[in-house]
């Protein structure tokens, strides 16, 4: 079932990465030859008055074939990829990673209208030799305020103490009466949101598995809390990707393919339609801001050779493109190597073993 699932939301996300290409090619007066979702033997295949609709064996993966998308096919008609100026073809590229953009601010919309998750500031457990357990705090005290300010949620109760030094003073809840603590903070090494190392202060209290909520919101804040989100999220990813690129993270920490995405879509169904639904949200956001870098095998490797095009007024020649191609085709065969085996690494033994 768990599988199933995995290969519903890849395809889903596909479907609408592919379908905003087309659109955007039917608009501009671009023929498309083929909408494909996944790569290899033909399954399934619908013929249509212009376009052949596929369904391939592998379904990692999909593209639109746009007539006279390369100068080995070009013939020079009207209807062609290359006969349009760049800034057309740009917009043609540039619409696969914006519905996937809007497709995630729409599902973060939704959620955002079920219930986004939210733990409240409730202490569940607390750790032997950690200044919470010693000071008096007890399982279901519910903390109000740390040094002053108001926390209410368990993110917002972590985010402060971690950037604490030496204590904090803690209000809590406990039957109806209000209580204050002075905590002193014990320093620990972590992995933040992008993987990376961190030394952050610490008392040593887990939060409650009862205070888990989904905090709703109408229909008009739940557009801004979408929006919010995404924005937030966006930030964040293209953070990682520099990190990355820097070398501040590494790549193999970082980057999860089909086994990865299949491992974490499991865990997402065991927390129900709404981890899942924000899991499909999260992958279609990073696959658009990911298909926007300038490298020759994305999207945006193809709007800033467009760019150039615009540029110097020309296009590219047939051996310069041929050339690319190549390097493009070597780099994804390296990179899906690389990534699979990290994968098998990393997830592996985690999924087999549960099989």
């Known amino acids: 079932m768990s599988f199933l699932i995995f290969i519903f939301i890849v395809s889903i996300l596909i479907v609408v990465h592919e379908l905003g290409h087309f659109i955007a090619a039917c608009k501009e007066g671009v023929r498309v030859e083929k909408f494909a979702i996944g790569f290899g033997p033909v399954i399934f295949r619908k013929k249509g008055k212009i376009t052949d609709f596929l369904i391939c064996l592998f379904p990692f993966g999909g593209y639109v074939k746009l007539a006279g998308d390369s100068l080995s096919e070009f013939k020079g008609y009207e209807d062609e990829f290359l006969s349009k100026p760049p800034a057309k073809r740009i917009k043609i590229v540039f619409a696969g990673p914006l519905f996937n953009y ?41 903390i ?29 809840e406990r039957d109806n009466k209000i209580l204050k603590f002075e905590i002193p903070l014990t320093r620990k090494s972590i992995n933040d949101d992008l993987g990376r190392k961190r030394t952050v202060s610490m008392i040593g209290v887990s939060a409650s598995p009862t205070a888990f909520k989904l905090k709703k919101y109408n229909f008009f804040i739940a557009f801004f809390k979408a929006g919010h989100t995404v924005i937030n999220l966006t930030f964040l990813l293209i953070k990682g990707i520099v990190f990355i690129i820097l070398g501040i993270i590494p ?18 169904a065991k927390l129900g339609i709404v981890a899942i639904l924000y899991h499909i949200a999260n992958l279609s956001l990073s696959l658009a801001v990911i298909n926007l870098f300038p490298l020759p095998i994305l999207d945006g490797g193809h709007i800033f050779i467009f760019l150039l095009e615009k540029i110097r007024k020309k296009q590219l020649s047939e051996k310069v493109e041929s050339i690319i191609a190549k390097i493009s085709f070597a780099l994804i065969a390296i990179l899906f190597v690389f990534i699979f085996y990290n994968d098998i690494i990393k997830f592996g033994y985690k999924i087999f073993s549960k099989n």
């Open 102 to 142: 809007l497709f995630a601010f729409i599902i973060f919309w939704v959620v955002a209208m079920i219930g986004f998750p939210h733990i409240e500031p409730v202490i569940g457990g607390l750790l032997d030799d950690y200044p919470a357990k010693t000071v008096g705090l007890k399982e279901n005290d519910r």
């Open 251 to 268: 790549f193999k920490d970082a980057m999860a393919g089909p086994l990865g995405i299949y491992y974490i879509t499991t865990e997402a």
């Open 144 to 172: 109000l305020k740390v040094n002053g300010r108001k926390v209410e949620s368990w993110s917002s109760l972590t985010n402060l103490i971690y950037k604490s030094k030496d204590k904090v003073t803690v209000e809590v």
